[in-house]
Every structure is written in structure tokens, then in C-alpha cells.
């Protein structure tokens, strides 16, 4: 094996590390809202995303920067959009100044039920990462997370 083939391997090793931690985490934090909230992962994510908009210039995101933010495809945000409008959670309307945009703002029921889950939301992850850090894989993943709790957050697009 050459030194690029244990690098490879090292790389491979670490990327799975991490994807089991985020599917461990993932799924944690999905029980935890669906019981308490009858919420899932993405659609916290969402409400989430949509409730740090702003009024002011760029403070409205479009569909596909709300893509971005929750790792879904433009086609699957659209759809969740839909289901959550239709649980009264979300509002669309068009943009006063580009009459082909369409906004979407949490509604005050989304804003009560992110409220609400929000401490659910914390307490599963911390519970998650608490649980991650006790197998020696993870653990270092676990310490590079909680490291970018004092690193400011990026903003979005």
C-alpha cells in the first residue's frame, strides 16, 4: 500500500466517522421532535431557516437559497413548503418588487410550534453528542462540534 492508499484509506475512514455521527444525531433529534411536536428534522430545519429572514434588503430568501440551508433538494423544499403551508406553519406571498418571487414567512402557529421545540431540538442534540462521545470514533468528532460552539456562525448566501 502506498502512502496515498493509507491517506485514501484515513480520509475514507474519517468521512464515514462522521456520517455515522450525523445519522446518529439525525435520527435522535427526528424521535424527539416527532413525539414531542409531531415534527420532523427537516421541517424544524425549515421553520428554522425561514424564521431568520428579514425584512430588510436580502432579507428574504428565495426558494433555492432555502434549498441550500436545509440540504434538499429545490423540488423537495417546494414540497415541504407545501405540506407545512398547509398545516398552517408557513405563509407565501409575492415579492412586492419582482412579481415572479415568492416568499415565504412562518406563520404565528409555526412560530409557537418552533418555539416550543426549539428546547426539545437542543436537549436531543445534546443528548446525541453526549452519547457520540462515549465511543472513541466519534469522540473527536464530538469535540470538533462542540469547538464551533465559540466560532461564530456563517450566515447564509
Given at each position: 500500500m502506498t502512502a496515498t492508499d493509507s491517506a485514501l484509506t484515513g480520509l475514507a475512514q474519517g468521512w464515514c466517522a462522521l456520517s455515522l455521527l450525523h445519522g446518529r444525531i439525525e435520527s435522535h433529534i427526528e424521535r424527539a421532535l416527532q413525539?414531542?411536536?409531531?415534527?420532523?428534522?427537516?421541517?424544524?430545519?425549515?421553520l428554522d431557516v425561514l424564521s431568520r429572514q428579514h425584512s430588510g434588503p436580502g432579507?428574504?430568501?428565495?426558494m433555492h437559497q432555502v434549498a441550500d440551508s436545509v440540504v434538499l433538494?429545490?423540488?423537495?423544499?417546494?414540497?415541504?413548503?407545501?405540506?407545512?403551508?398547509?398545516?398552517?406553519?408557513?405563509?407565501?406571498?409575492?415579492c412586492d418588487t419582482d412579481r415572479r418571487g415568492i416568499y415565504t414567512d412562518v406563520s404565528e402557529a409555526g412560530l409557537a410550534l418552533l418555539a416550543a421545540a426549539r428546547p426539545t431540538n437542543d436537549a436531543a442534540l445534546?443528548?446525541?453528542?453526549?452519547?457520540?462521545?462515549?465511543n472513541p470514533e466519534l469522540a473527536p468528532l464530538v469535540t470538533a462540534v462542540e469547538n464551533t460552539r465559540t466560532s461564530p456562525v456563517p450566515q447564509l448566501p
Open positions: 413525539a414531542g411536536h409531531g415534527l420532523s428534522v427537516r421541517e424544524y430545519s425549515l432579507g428574504h430568501l428565495r433538494s429545490q423540488s423537495a423544499t417546494t414540497r415541504l413548503v407545501s405540506r407545512l403551508e398547509d398545516r398552517g406553519l408557513l405563509n407565501r406571498y409575492i445534546r443528548e446525541a453528542l453526549a452519547e457520540a462521545a462515549r
